[in-house]
Antibody, heavy 125, light 107 residues
């Protein structure tokens, strides 16, 4: 069974950098693809970033200038850094497995099939 | 960017009802659409991917259809456990967008 667990500070000051880690158990992070998603209070879901261990990384264009996603295969973890945060970045942050299958010439996408429980981050002074 | 619009935003229904939720994409996404169910305080749960393929373990009363720009999620006979918020999500070349959600509540 694949399990994901988000961790990081629950409170971040405005203008600082939000740093979160997702620890993966039950699977090697180099075998799968991964994403970060957030949900502002009472709002919908917003995709933030995607990464594969090969280094292939993609970011939400609206956040791209402030986001960095990285993988640490030695710890079986992946991370998110979001800089220059404001109150608008207050949200529950989820990590998720991005399920894809290699069809020989393309990765076929099958949705985000495993999610962490989420971690609440509040931006406030 | 591809925008996803769900309708309705809120849907009131009763146990046993047939329920349909629609998701429209601002441009064609072929069949690259997933549906999720979310309950309060919980992460989303994948129900359907590639527009119509049921994720393992999801009850067969859930079904998805559509391609291009218009998609539907149907629950054939609503059960008490189905009251939740439902989101569609498109995939376009490693960029994803979610719909704004449909809150399905008990009439």
């Amino acid at each position: 069974q694949v399990l994901l667990h988000e961790s990081g500070p629950g409170l971040v000051k405005p203008s600082e950098t939000l740093s979160l880690t997702c620890t993966v158990s039950g699977a090697s992070i180099s075998d799968y693809h991964w994403s970060w998603i957030r949900q502002s209070p009472g709002k919908g879901l917003e995709w933030i970033a995607y990464m594969y261990y090969s280094g292939n990384t993609h970011y939400n264009p609206s956040l791209k200038s402030r986001v960095i996603m990285s993988l640490d295969t030695s710890k079986n973890q992946f991370s998110l850094k979001l800089s220059s945060v404001t109150a608008a970045d207050t949200a529950v942050y989820y990590c998720a497995r991005d399920y894809r299958l290699w069809l020989g010439d393309v990765w076929e996408y099958y949705g985000m099939d495993v999610w962490g429980q989420g971690t609440t981050v509040t931006v406030s002074s | 960017d591809i925008q996803m619009t769900q309708s309705p935003s809120t849907l009131s229904a009763s146990v046993g009802d047939r329920v349909t939720i629609t998701c429209r994409a601002s441009q064609s996404i072929s069949s690259w659409l997933a549906w999720y169910q979310q309950k309060p305080g919980k992460p989303p749960k994948l129900l359907i991917y590639k527009a119509s393929i049921l994720e393992r373990g999801v009850p067969s009363r859930f079904s998805g259809s559509g391609s291009g720009t218009e998609f539907t999620l149907t629950i054939s006979s609503l059960q008490p456990d189905d009251f939740a918020t439902y989101y569609c999500q498109q995939y376009d070349n490693y960029l994803y967008t979610f719909g704004q959600g449909t809150n399905l509540d008990n009439k």
